[in-house]
């Protein structure tokens, strides 16, 4: 069954009331004088009461056309503010929201944060900017990255520093490696390898020379790669060994591709957070990427197996 009123119908009785009869709300609904008599005729048929009545040549309303007309008043003006609304939030200017990791390039946490974070604003375009990822924190400063995720003290009172997780400073390897059946690498054994590395923060430089120099280890042959993915192709190839935080080859140990060893019986802790500048610090797509992090992809990944010991 077709509804007896419509949106047209509304306009046209508003129409006539507001113009006093229907030779102006044709001229304003942009219709023939004789199409609104016609569409008010249709109406008052539909309805099965008489709207307007005349007298003295004039249109006047009757109780049912002054009931009407007040439902008509109404319902448009909500339908206006609901068109507004809408068009608003379909013009609304798209927002980037650029990220970038210190150090590493793994980003297979990524996608299930976008598709949370696209329900609360999906005007927000998540960007990886990869050239900051040696140097995201300068990248902050500058204005080209609105939020990173560091290992490495961040002491600059414009930006804030978000503690996100724990993690560990491992050494991975093809699963047949010789050190792969050792429950931990010891300093000494890791100075024999050729070890893939990224191009890390100068603390973790100073932190590796330091153990082992403690223990009396030479410093390894390191190759720097900038790729995640590089490093655990080289090492599947038994061209070597990597050191990288566990969180960043998570799903490849998990598929068993490579295996994982602490550094030493004690292990490398370190601690990851989310950094921003103080003057974003307000922006609620940036608060909500955040605590994403914090509560699902990363701290999923790095609980999903524990070091062997």
Do not use: N
């Not at 008489?50 to 006047?60: I, M, N, Y």
């Not at 330091?210 to 090492?235: K, N």
């Amino acid at each position: 069954m077709s509804a007896m009123l419509e949106i047209r119908h509304l306009r046209l009785v508003r129409a006539i009331a507001e113009e006093g009869g229907p030779t102006r709300a044709a001229a304003r609904l942009h219709l023939t004088q004789s199409a609104v008599s016609h569409q008010l005729a249709d109406l008052e048929g539909r309805l099965g009461v008489v709207l307007f009545a005349r007298v003295r040549r004039q249109l006047k309303l009757t109780p049912a056309g002054a009931r009407l007309l007040d439902t008509a008043r109404t319902l448009l003006a909500e339908l206006s503010r609901v068109e507004r609304d809408l068009h608003d939030v379909g013009a609304r200017k798209r927002e980037a929201l650029r990220i970038s990791i210190e150090t590493f390039t793994s980003y297979h946490w990524l996608p299930p944060i976008i598709a949370a974070l696209a329900t609360e604003a999906p005007h927000v375009d998540v960007r990886i900017v990869l050239e900051a990822t040696r140097a995201p924190v300068s990248a902050l400063l500058r204005g080209d990255l609105e939020l990173a995720l560091v290992s490495s003290p961040v002491r600059d009172s414009a930006l804030v520093t978000e503690p996100m997780f724990a993690d560990e400073w491992t050494v991975v390897m093809a699963p047949g490696h010789p050190l792969a059946q050792r429950p931990y690498v010891t300093a000494v054994e890791l100075g024999r390898q050729t070890v893939f590395v990224h191009d890390a923060p100068r603390t973790d430089v100073e932190r590796l020379r330091d153990l082992l120099s403690s223990e009396r280890a030479t410093m390894p042959r390191t190759v720097r790669v900038p790729l995640t993915d590089a490093i655990v192709d080289l090492v599947k190839a038994g061209l070597g060994v990597g050191l990288v935080s566990r969180w960043a080859v998570a799903p490849h140990v998990l598929r068993g591709e490579i295996a994982l060893r602490r550094l030493t019986r004690a292990g490398l802790p370190e601690r990851w957070s989310a950094v921003y500048r103080r003057d974003a610090a307000m922006r609620l797509p940036l608060q909500r990427f955040a605590a994403l992090v914090r509560q699902r992809a990363l701290g999923a990944a790095i609980r999903s197996r524990p070091l062997q010991l």
